[in-house]
Structures are given as C-alpha cells and as structure tokens.
C-alpha cells in the first residue's frame, strides 16, 4: 500500500502548510519499512490513551510482555507528573540555611523551601514575610561580617548582631552593591554611585554621568550677527559678565562646601554608558561608553495571532545578523578627586589593529573578481560584557589602588585582560588569548586574589579552558591542566583555594574540585557520577550541591568540606509513576571518527529484547544549541527526548545521540571545527555514527531516520538537503533556515558577518540546498519563537514549493515560543515525529 505522507498528517491535529502532491510517480517505500495508515493511527493512539488498556494484539497496553508501556501522552505532558526538583539552590542571607524552590503543584509558581544547615533534610516553606532573607541578590559582605543585599526593590544590611536594617523600599533602586575601603555601602543609584554610612545613614554622591552638552553661563556666538551683537551692545557684554561671576561663584562653593554634589561628568550626547565602576576607595571611576544605535539599529516584528481580544499583535524581536553594524567601546578613566577623566585607548593592546580577518576578506574578493588590501585601522574593541559574558568586567583589587578590565574585538578572535596605570592613564596589557576562529563567551571568569595583587583568570589558550594566577607583568601559573575544562571557579576569602567544577574523570562526569593556590595541587570534592554542580557557604565549610544521573533528575545535596563523609542527599523529588517506567538507560559510546583522532561521544539506547537475526531499524537524534554538550552522565536538558528516545527503544528502534563537533565539554578545537563552514562537520559525524550503527548495533542503514530542534533542526536539513542517503526521513524542529537572519552575538562568532564572509553563509545555510531534498521530511514550526524566527521556516517552505518539491509536511504552532510550553503542543509534535518514524522505517 503506498503511504501519502500529505495524508498522514492532515489526519492528525493541526491544520499543516503542505508542499506535497500524491502522484502515480510517487516512490513506494520498503515493503519492510510500510505500516498501514490504520495500524499505525491506531499504534499511536495507544501510546497516547489515558485510559487503562488491557492487553489485544490490536492495540498498545499500560502492560506489554510484563512491563510498563512508555505511552507519549504521558510523556509529553506537563513534566509535574515526574515530580518536584529543586532549582536555583543558594544559602540563606546569614550562610546558616540552605534554599531552593520547587514548582507549587497545579501552579505556575515556584515556592521557596529552606532548611538548617545543621538539620539539611528538615525542609519547610519560607515564610511570605520572611522570603527576602532567603531569595535575595546581590549579596556582598564587608570584612566584619557585615552583608549588604537587594530584594524586589529594597535594599538591606543585616549586621553581625543579628539585626535587619531595611535601608529602601521603592523609588529608584539600588544595584551593583559593593562596600568601599572606609566600610560604606556604595550602589549604582540611576545615572550615579553613592555611597551609604550604614552607621549613621549619610549618603554621598561620589559619580554622576550626563550625555550632553556641559552647561555653559554663557554661550559661544554662533555666526557672524550673534558675534556683532556681543560687541556692540554693553547690555549683553554685562550680562554675560554677571553670569560668568555666578558660575564661578558657585563652583568655588562646591569645591569647599560639602553639601554641593560634585560637578557631573559629561560625555557626548550622541552616546551612551556601556559600562560603569567605582574604586573601593572612592578615587576612580571607569566608565565605558558607545554610540547610540537606535537610528542605525534594525529590529524585527513579529506576529502573534492568538490574543484575548482576537486581534494581532505585534512584537518586537531582535535584529537579525545581517543588519549587525560594528560596537566600539569608548573607555575612560575618571579622576574622582580631581574631578578630571581621560580617554584610555586601545593602542597598547597587542594586535589591536590586526588584520585578523585578511585571508577571509581576500577569499570572499577573489570570488566576486576583486583584490584585497591588508587594512591597518583600528579594530573595534569593547567591554566584553557587552556579549554573553555577564559578570563584571571592570574588576577593582581589594585596596582600589589597581583596576584590571577585560575586553573584546568585536570580530570575536581576540580577547584581552589589561591593568591601568593611573598615572599616564593608560592601558596595561596582562594577558591577550587570540582564537583564529572565535574566542569562547563562557569561561571567561576573572579578578584579584584577595590579599596580593594577582589576577585570576580562565583561559582556553591551551585547547582547554582551565585556571591560570598571574602576578602583574610577569608570566602566568597554571592551577589546572589537562584534557578536560575547568569551569566555575570560586576563590575563597584567605586565597588560599579555587573550587571549581570539571570533567576530568570523563568528559560526560562532572564532578567538583578544589586547587591549592601555593602548591598547584588539586583534590576532588566529589565522586558522585554523573553531573554535579555546587554553591559554597558563605563560612567556606560545606558544599551545597546539585547532582543528576542519566535517568535522575537533580536532586540537593550537602557536603561537608574536609570530611570524608558522602554527600547527604536533601530532596527526592521522583513520583512513583515516574520511578516504575521502563526507561531505557542509554550508554555512552565512543564512536571512531574519521576525521578526528579524538573519538565522537554519543548516547546509545539499545532495544532490550532485539533480535540479532533482523536488522534493527535506528533514529539519530540531534542535540540543540550547537554548543551543548548531551553525551553525559547526568540528567539530559532535552529530557522529553530522553523519554521519547526510551519509547522508541522499546519499541525496537535503536537510537544514537551524538556529541557532534561544535559540542561543549570537549576543547576548543572540537567547538571551533564548524567556523566557517556549519554542517560539514557535523555531518561527517553523523555519517561516522552511521556507519558505526551498521557495524556494531545490527543497523539496516535504509531504515534509519534523524530529529532534532534548532540546531538540530538546522543538522537535520543539512543532511536531508546534502547527504539524501544517509536518513529515510527526517523531523527538522524550531530550525534555523538561513544563518543571515539568525542572532549576531551566536552567529558572527562561527561564520564572521554576512558583509564580510557571505561564502561562509552561504555554504553553512540550509535554504541554498534545499533542491536536494530527496526523502520524506517534517518540518515543525512554532509562530512566536523570538530565538528561531517563523520566517525562517516560511522562506524555506516558500523555496520547497518553488522547487516542487513533494515529500515535505509543516506542523504549524501558533502560541509556541521557542521552547514549548503547552502539553498539547509537545504531544501533537512528537505523534507527527513518531508517525513519520514509524511510516517510513
């Protein structure tokens, strides 16, 4: 019987945007690989019935040969079924209680739990009244003790005796809380930093910043009559005399007056604060600036059909990389008791005026017929949390007599630490990590030791990200080294250890470690398996952990420091109807590559019962994020697939999730292999895994299909569109189409701009080679993804239609974002990837 794939899908639950035809040219599939389209609704229907089944050979049971079937309405629906797990682990705001939340059953929202430390599974709601002691932010402690903090927008100090001191609630809030050498508190307070005597509550005003033109008392004249009229006239010539004296006046009164704020600091009004940080001790300020790009910016709109009151409305989105313009910081010094500033440049920074995209430019002239010339000018630099990077750039030494910042070129190759002399106002370079594909946005931690001044620092210099001292002009130490990253890093108040957390043991195990800052010598904390993830008290004495398994979500766990105790666990947040499913534990493989000598990490889920006579039918599915590693121990982000790929195991599918190059966890040049060229990599993996399916799991390579969302949609058709042999079929979700109109900061690191590299775009862009799609596809679309734009899909669709193309489907969400949130939606998309699956393998 020939199956219309058009057919399938209009019998299901959406209405679909179809590009296909059914013909009399249409090509059967296997005899071996075709269900009838009754058996195979009526397969899916018992994997989604509510109701209890009893066991017929026409239908699919709670109980199948002795054990649980894995049903997809179970699977896809609201996750609270599998129970409660903590998230956003911390300590109480006094160090002396541990805290998490947990989803509030049949509610959106999250509650707060806290739990002595002494007592750790002794576990309660926090009280309403009590909540900004335990889900606080910004929590910073003086030496005595002494802990400033921001909850909602008040702001509070809770002293050594115990009392609570709520110094604002409302009005402009406070943030970016430090304390200062002299013992006051000091916040960003809207356009200005101000410090706060916690003793007697006098606050000063220690920074303010205006873009715009300085005030004048008088004004110069602006043409020829202006200029006469200041002349000629002894009124106006009086008047702008008294002014002049009334300013003056004024000024001599903020000078030896106390009670008259500073002058401000202005900068120009065609620009705007990027960055901003005051010394501890009050005498500096660096404040970093950029031009405004509202009028040079170009951001999107996008639709969303289903509102309350059954109109449209529009949403604004981010601008695509194609419209990206270049972001130069402006850095300054500020001279706080001089009431001067100074611009730092950037002409002491090794290579920053390189040429570091030469050989790109040169490529891309040569194709269109023209000549490249080697450009000398200075690169555009900035801050480097204008990116991803999200913690202070702009970090003080404990004293405030040194600064040390970290920036970027914004053509991502070139990242650097520099000091600043403060007497000739210039940059000191410290440490410049140069990748000639992109610098990695994570990993990018660095400060002052407490007590002596030197830097702190991960780096990726060696291939791997690990931790690195450096005295000021002298050569770095290395803390770690090896195969394997170390991430997370946390200094403790005498300097003498960096905790962090690393993949030694395997890189899928992630497990926590502490380095002797002297001796260089490093001590696992923990060996739990798995993935673990920690938070240190703020005493230094115990760990508060998270800790997943493969089939175990994260679960809390507690360890004390210097025991050789286990680490006790706090929560156990598994149902029993999550426990009693037959999950198939996958294993985690090492696949050959043949392109590599370092192997390609993958999942492997094994079908119990197999027949070793028959040929095993496979799915491959492809992790999202591109930068993310899967092929790991602990609990999956993708853990409806982990599900989903369980039930395709038990239905006999053999299924592999690969670590393709461009995955986390595996070293620079495994995430740098896809510069330039997204999808050649990752498909000469799959191919590997492939391969290796035939040769080691019993594999018929006919019947061997591949999903995955985002980037794994975009991996997905890349190998449908190129490699029309290796998948019978495929599910391409939420997928990017055209690299040109996905995210700058994401994108231009891997193929550079579309003005400067468009081969790089046009041979990593799926929409280009759309005309070799030859096998069966399902193409699923969410309509108000802000990540992966819908128009992604609908140009793609567009193109398919033109190239009459027949064997493809769209599944349209129209109140979806990016990452699924309705139950009925989850369920309507895996029953079109099942049914595609189970169609055409």
């Not at 740098?672 to 594999?699: F, Q």
């Not at 734009?789 to 489907?809: A, C, P, S």
Request: hydrophobic share 35%.
């Amino acid at each position: 019987m020939k199956v219309s794939s058009c057919l399938f899908l209009t019998t299901l639950m959406t209405v679909v945007v179809t590009g296909c035809q059914t013909t009399s040219t249409e090509k059967q599939a296997p005899s071996h690989a075709v269900k009838s389209e009754s058996a195979i609704t009526q397969d899916i229907k018992g994997l989604s019935n509510n109701d209890t089944l009893e066991s017929t050979s026409q239908s699919s049971s709670l109980k199948q040969n002795g054990e649980t079937v894995i049903r997809l309405e179970k699977i896809m629906s609201d996750p609270s079924w599998m129970g409660r797990f903590p998230v956003s682990m911390n300590w109480s705001v006094d160090g002396k209680a541990l805290v998490y939340e947990l989803n509030e059953e049949g509610s959106v929202n999250r509650e707060t739990y806290i739990a002595p430390l002494t007592a750790p599974t002794a576990t309660q709601k926090a009280p309403l009244s009590q909540l900004h002691k335990y889900r606080f932010k910004e929590r910073v402690e003086r030496n005595d003790g002494v802990v400033a903090f921001l909850y909602g927008d008040s702001a509070y100090v809770q002293f050594t005796d115990g009392e609570l001191v709520q110094l604002t609630r409302g009005g402009s809030r406070l943030s970016m809380l430090s304390f200062m050498t002299d013992g006051r508190l000091m916040a960003l307070n809207g356009n200005r930093f101000i410090a706060i005597n916690l003793e007697n509550g006098q606050r000063e005003e220690l920074l303010q910043w205006v873009f715009g033109e300085k005030p004048s008392p008088v004004k110069p004249a602006k043409d020829y009559i202006a200029k006469e009229q200041q002349t000629l006239i002894e009124y106006i010539k009086k008047q702008r005399h008294n002014k002049t004296e009334k300013a003056a006046q004024k000024r001599q009164i903020a000078e030896y007056n106390n009670s008259i704020a500073p002058v401000p600091f202005y900068f120009d009004a065609a620009h705007t604060l990027a960055g901003v940080s005051v010394s501890p001790n009050g005498r500096y300020a660096i404040i970093a600036t950029k031009e405004k790009r509202a009028t040079r910016d170009k951001s999107d709109i996008m639709p969303h059909y289903i509102q309350e009151d059954g109109r449209i409305a529009s949403q604004s989105v981010r601008q695509r990389v194609v419209d990206a313009k270049p972001v130069n910081h402006q850095l300054w010094l500020i001279d706080l008791t001089a009431g001067e500033k100074r611009e730092l440049t950037y002409f002491n920074l090794p290579g920053f005026n390189e040429d570091v995209l030469a050989d790109v430019k040169r490529e891309n002239a040569e194709a269109k017929g023209e000549r490249y010339e080697i450009n000398r000018l200075p690169r555009d630099i900035r801050l480097m949390s204008a990116t991803r990077w999200n913690k202070p750039t702009i970090r003080w030494n404990t004293s405030g007599e040194k600064v040390a910042v970290m920036l970027e070129a914004w053509d991502n190759k070139d990242r650097w630490i520099a000091t600043v002399n403060f007497k000739n106002g210039e940059l000191v370079n410290q440490h410049r990590l140069h990748n000639d594909a992109w610098i990695n946005y994570r990993h990018n931690a660095f400060g002052w030791l407490h007590h002596s001044d030197v830097l702190y620092y991960q780096s990726e210099e060696t291939g791997y990200a690990h931790l690195y001292i450096k005295a000021l002009n002298e050569s770095p130490v290395a803390l770690t080294a090896g195969s394997f990253v170390a991430s997370h890093p946390t200094l403790t108040k005498d300097d003498k250890y960096v905790y962090y957390k690393a993949n030694v043991k395997h890189p899928g195990m992630y497990e926590i470690y502490r380095v002797n800052v002297e001796t260089l010598q490093s001590e696992a904390l923990t060996n739990l398996g798995g993935m673990a993830d920690y938070k240190l008290s703020p005493d230094e004495q115990t760990l508060l952990l998270t800790h997943s398994k493969i089939q175990r979500p994260p679960e809390l766990y507690v360890k004390k420091i210097g025991q050789d105790s286990a680490a006790q666990q706090v929560t156990f947040g598994t149902t029993d109807a999550y426990n009693a499913m037959p999950w198939t534990e996958p294993r985690i493989i090492e696949i050959p590559s043949s392109h590599t000598e370092a192997p390609i990490y993958a999942r492997l889920y094994l079908p119990k019962n197999s027949d070793s006579s028959t040929p095993n039918k496979a799915v491959v599915f492809n992790h999202g994020s591109g930068y993310l590693q899967n092929a790991h121990y602990g609990w999956s982000l993708y853990f409806r697939e982990f599900m989903f790929n369980s039930m395709l195991a038990q239905q006999g599918y053999v299924v592999l999730d690969m670590d393709y190059r461009a995955s986390a966890g595996y070293g620079s040049a495994w995430r740098t292999a896809i510069y330039r060229h997204m999808g050649k990599p990752e498909l000469e993996d799959l191919r590997d895994g492939v391969n290796w399916l035939a040769n080691h799991a019993n594999v018929d390579t006919s019947r061997i299909g591949t999903y995955g969302g985002s980037y794994g949609g975009f991996l997905t058709f890349m190998a449908m569109f190129k490699e029309p042999d290796l998948f019978a079929a495929g599910a391409a979700l939420r997928p990017v189409t055209d690299w040109a109109h996905y995210n700058t900061g994401y994108t231009s690191n891997i193929l550079n701009t579309p003005q400067i590299d468009p081969i790089a775009y046009k041979r990593s862009s799926p929409i280009y080679f759309a005309d070799g799609l030859q096998k069966p596809l399902l193409i699923n679309a969410p309509m108000v993804d802000n990540n992966v734009f819908f128009h992604d899909t609908v140009r793609l669709v567009q193109r398919l239609i033109e190239l009459e193309k027949e064997n493809f489907e769209t599944a349209i969400y129209p109140v979806e974002p990016h990452g699924f949130v309705q139950p009925s939606s989850w369920l309507d998309e895996y029953r079109r990837i099942y049914k595609l699956f189970e169609t055409h393998l």
